[in-house]
Nanobody
Framework: QVQLVESGGGLVQAEGSLRLSCAAS????????VGWFRQAPGKEREFVAG????????EYADSVKGRFTISRDNAKNAVYLQMNSLKPEDTAVYYC??????????????????WGQGTQVTVSS
């Protein structure tokens, strides 16, 4: 059974930075495509960024392009989301998601197999 655990959330001022981490257990993260999603109060869960299991493909939501970077370190069994130039509208619970043995990085939450419990990111103005 695959378990994903997020860490690195917190409170930051606008224009600040945070780095989120997603760690896997039960399976090496190198066998998973990994996505980051977020959900703000009263809103639907939305795709933020994703990286294929081979690392050759990454995708970003338009709202975060140029500010967020997703990367993976298979040796550390982790995927990261570096978030720069944060805005108050980035405030949400951020979730890590995994898909097994596929190069695809879909944006729809229902297409992902595994989910973490989420980490809160709050950006103050």
């Amino acid at each position: 059974q695959v378990q994903l655990v997020e860490s690195g959330g917190g409170l930051v001022q606008a224009e600040g930075s945070l780095r989120l981490s997603c760690a896997a257990s039960g399976r090496t993260i190198s066998s998973l495509s990994v996505g980051w999603f977020r959900q703000a109060p009263g809103k639907e869960r939305e795709f933020v960024a994703g990286i294929s299991w081979g690392g050759g493909r990454s995708e970003y939501a338009d709202s975060v392009k140029g500010r967020f970077t997703i990367s993976r370190d298979n040796a550390k069994n982790a995927v990261y989301l570096q978030m720069n130039s944060l805005k108050p509208e980035d405030t949400a619970v951020y979730y890590c998601a995994g898909r097994s043995y596929t190069e695809s990085v879909p944006t729809a939450p229902y297409q992902w197999h595994y989910w973490g419990q989420g980490t809160q990111v709050t950006v103050s103005s």
